[in-house]
């Protein structure tokens, strides 16, 4: 890594050292992390952490969409308090031969927050241009859940 070291501080002489090295540090680390899950016994694990990207991902966009149809002062408060795991999870599914979105809200939210969710849902809703790029969500049975059902091997 030496090498490695004084190739790039030649390279990129204005950066710090100290930068260069962690970079460098994060990136070994990064390769590593990667073939160890690339390794066939890793597979599960491997399944388990891409969906549980893809959900938080889900939940960031949600979180998002949302925001922006927030319209008075208390909706806006109360909004605040919303964060990413505080959002519903989104679990694709096939219904009736048509890909939808399971929805399972957290049973931990609070139900002001629930009842802001479920209203700013409905005017994402409203708009075509949101219906037309996403799937249609189907409540879950159940009153909610504990944990993202990803989690559990």
């Not at 710090?16 to 990064?30: G, N, R, S, V, W």
């Not at 890909?99 to 005017?123: A, T």
């Amino acid at each position: 890594m030496t090498y490695l070291l004084e190739e790039l501080k030649t390279t990129f002489a204005d950066a710090d050292p100290e930068c260069i090295q962690a970079c460098c540090k994060t990136y070994f680390e990064t390769l590593r992390r990667k073939y160890n899950l690339s390794q066939p016994e890793k597979s599960q694990l491997r399944d388990a952490i891409k969906t549980g990207a893809k959900n938080r991902q889900r939940k960031r966009r949600l979180l998002d969409s949302r925001s922006k149809v927030v319209q008075t002062d208390a909706e806006r408060e109360l909004w605040q308090t919303a964060t990413v795991e505080l959002m519903s999870d989104e679990e694709d599914a096939i219904v009736d031969g048509r890909p939808v979105w399971i929805v399972r809200s957290p049973s931990h939210r609070n139900p002001q927050l629930s009842e802001l969710c479920e209203e700013l849902q409905r005017r994402l809703e409203a708009d075509m241009r949101y219906t037309i790029l996403h799937y249609q969500r189907v409540k879950a049975d159940g009153n909610g859940h504990d944990g993202p059902s990803f989690l559990q091997l």
